[in-house]
Structures are given as structure tokens and as C-alpha cells.
T-cell receptor, first 108, second 113 residues
Framework: GIQVEQSPPDLILQEGANSTLRCNFS?????LQWFHQNPWGQLINLFY???GTKQNGRLSATTVATERYSLLYISSSQTTDSGVYFC??????????FGKGTRLHILP | NAGVTQTPKFRILKIGQSMTLQCTQD?????MYWYRQDPGMGLKLIYY???????DKGEVPNGYNVSRSTTEDFPLRLELAAPSQTSVYFC????????????FGQGTRLTVV
């Protein structure tokens, strides 16, 4: 089946810093999403981005489907950005497969 | 719209007991999914369904069963619970081909003792 790899696995930053999270996938995909799992375990949709670039406030994402990767940018980090960021891809067999996530900790 | 609703939120089971985790969505989504998340880990797909009457195995289906008799409901059945099934279970739904993205319920925290 399709493999989804996220990097880095862990990231510790000072408040106000910028960061880039990466998602690589092993085969062509139907769709790609980024999620934020907050400290209470809730999964929050950030971006639905099968290709191209989208922005939402301090967050933006770019997917280059032909090269099988996606990037999530977080600018001017805040402590509320802490949590785990997941990339999830829908393969052509309709399965949505998650990466292992990047654990982000923003220090005040 | 309530979105995706899971019940119960918490449950403790004894080894060998059975239970059904309920999931319902009111967004008229075709696709529904069940995941489990072990502590500190990512989400693993258990089963999924592309429409009423159709179900397929995911990455970790052993020990679980599902049914999809209606568009709205996708219950997950645990038979003969084992400690290895201690996890947080998430249900999700989406339109065809996850167009617009998949949306998740709040999760069910299950402990098997």
C-alpha cells in the first residue's frame, strides 16, 4: 500500500518562529489533507490540498503532486499551534492513509 | 449540522467482552472510515465504506467488524475484546473520493482490562 512519511518527527520552537513540515508519499494520490491534533485529541482540518497552494492566516500549504510531496508552513508560531500535525492521503483504492505526524511544541 | 457524532466517549471493557462503537453523520457523505490511534502514534485505518452496503478492510481490521446499512451510520463492533484493542477510536466521513476533505468525530477512548 501507499506509504506516507512526515518530517521532522519532532520540532521545538520559540514563539514567533517559522516552521516547515514535510509530507512525502510513495504513489500518486487522489487527495491530500493536513490536520492538527490539539492537546485534547481533537482532529482539526487545516487544508484539503490535492495540488497547488492555499493559505489560511498564518498557515499555508503547498502540494506538488507530480513530485509526491506536500509542505505545511507555519509563520509567527503561537503556543496554541502546539500539537501534532498529520498529513493524510487518499489512495486510488479510496483508503485515507495517515503519516505518523510531526509533534510541534512552541515555547512561550 | 452536528457533523460526525461518536458514542460513547469513554468505555472500559473487560477482556472477552464485546461492544459496538456508534458513529453517525448528518452531512450526507458517501464515504465513512474507522481509525484507531494508539498513544503517541498516528492513525491506522481499520475499516472503511464507500456507500451503504459496501465495506472494505483497512490496515488493521483483525478483531473488528463493521456494517453500513444506511448512509448515516457506520457502527464498529469489537468481539472478544483484548488489551491490544485499548486505543482511541475515530470515525470520519467524506464525500466521494474525499472531495472537500474528511471530517472526524471526537473519538472514543476505549480501555480493555
Amino acid at each position: 500500500g501507499i506509504q506516507v512519511e512526515q518530517s521532522p518527527p519532532d520540532l521545538i520552537l520559540q514563539e514567533g518562529a517559522n516552521s516547515t513540515l514535510r509530507c512525502n508519499f510513495s504513489d500518486s494520490v487522489n487527495n491530500l489533507q493536513w490536520f492538527h491534533q490539539n492537546p485534547w485529541g481533537q482532529l482539526i482540518n487545516l487544508f484539503y490540498i490535492p495540488s497547488g497552494t492555499k493559505q489560511n492566516g498564518r498557515l499555508s500549504a503547498t502540494t506538488v503532486a507530480t513530485e509526491r510531496y506536500s509542505l505545511l508552513y507555519i509563520s509567527s508560531s503561537q503556543t496554541t499551534d502546539s500539537g501534532v500535525y498529520f498529513c493524510a492521503v487518499e489512495a486510488w483504492d479510496d483508503k485515507i492513509i495517515f503519516g505518523k505526524g510531526t509533534r510541534l511544541h512552541i515555547l512561550p | 449540522n452536528a457533523g460526525v457524532t461518536q458514542t460513547p466517549k469513554f468505555r472500559i471493557l473487560k477482556i472477552g467482552q464485546s461492544m459496538t462503537l456508534q458513529c453517525t453523520q448528518d452531512m450526507n457523505h458517501n464515504y465513512m472510515y474507522w481509525y484507531r490511534q494508539d498513544p503517541g502514534m498516528g492513525l491506522k485505518l481499520i475499516y472503511y465504506s464507500v456507500g451503504a452496503g459496501i465495506t472494505d478492510k483497512g490496515e488493521v481490521p483483525n478483531g473488528y467488524n463493521v456494517s453500513r446499512s444506511t448512509t448515516e451510520d457506520f457502527p464498529l463492533r469489537l468481539e472478544l475484546a483484548a488489551p491490544s484493542q485499548t486505543s482511541v477510536y475515530f470515525c470520519a466521513s467524506s464525500f466521494i473520493d474525499s472531495e472537500g476533505g474528511a471530517f472526524f468525530g471526537q473519538g472514543t477512548r476505549l480501555t480493555v482490562v
